[in-house]
């Protein structure tokens, strides 16, 4: 099963400026250029994906649209590992990659009840950063929002993603970034965030 591993940190948006600045992001070089995610969650009227620890989303980004599907995460200090499949998004659900018997069957067995529940959509600006040889971190800064009817809440963090290495290099980047920023660890993804404004029932 794939597995990610990353390390969220937040931030208050008026700091964003000095977290551009600090010499660790000034300069570690892009991944392409910043541009706008936009994506749309789904689940049963019930909430029966997120009662099983699944999230479902389409990812909408320079007229691609990916399908991404996240297991359960286990989180502490901001530190989240979990099993992720994403693949180009088709015209409709396709689990078959979904190599999670259990996750694969749920998944199938409410394909016909799915519907959109919240949305994000944030400006994403990706580094690249090297601690040591064989490591290789993906700094992503994230500004935006997440949408549920109503109701809305501010994203604001960066994510330290694992692309080589060990979880201790997360850590030792993460430190370092706090010495000189409000950083503040986050445990509560994106979609706990959308699921947190939503009604306990569709």
């Known amino acids: 099963m794939p597995l990610e591993i990353e390390l969220k940190l937040a931030f208050p948006e008026q700091a964003l400026p000095a977290l551009l600045c600090h010499p660790l992001i000034a300069v570690a070089p892009r991944e392409g250029e910043p541009g706008v995610l936009d994506n749309t969650y789904f689940d049963t009227p019930a909430l029966t994906l997120k009662a099983n620890r699944i999230a479902l989303r389409l990812r909408s980004q320079g007229g691609e649209t990916l399908q991404t599907v996240k297991g359960g995460a286990e989180s502490s200090g901001g530190l989240t590992q979990r099993t992720e499949w994403e693949e180009p998004w088709q015209g409709q ?5 979904i190599d999670d018997p259990k996750a694969a069957a749920l998944l199938e067995q409410v394909r016909d009840d799915l519907v959109p529940v919240f949305n994000t959509c944030f400006k994403r600006d990706i580094r690249r950063f090297h601690p040591r040889n064989g490591a290789r971190i993906l700094i992503m800064i994230d500004t935006g929002v997440v949408t549920a009817g109503v109701r809305t809440a501010v994203i604001s963090e960066v994510e330290l993603e694992l692309a080589a290495g060990e979880t201790g290099d997360l850590r030792r980047l993460a430190d370092m970034l706090q010495k000189d920023l409000p950083l503040i660890p986050e445990d509560v993804s994106k979609a706990e965030r959308g ?4 009604p306990l029932r569709l």
């Open 195 to 198: 699921y947190g404004l939503l």
């Open 93 to 97: 659900f396709d689990f078959s990659g």
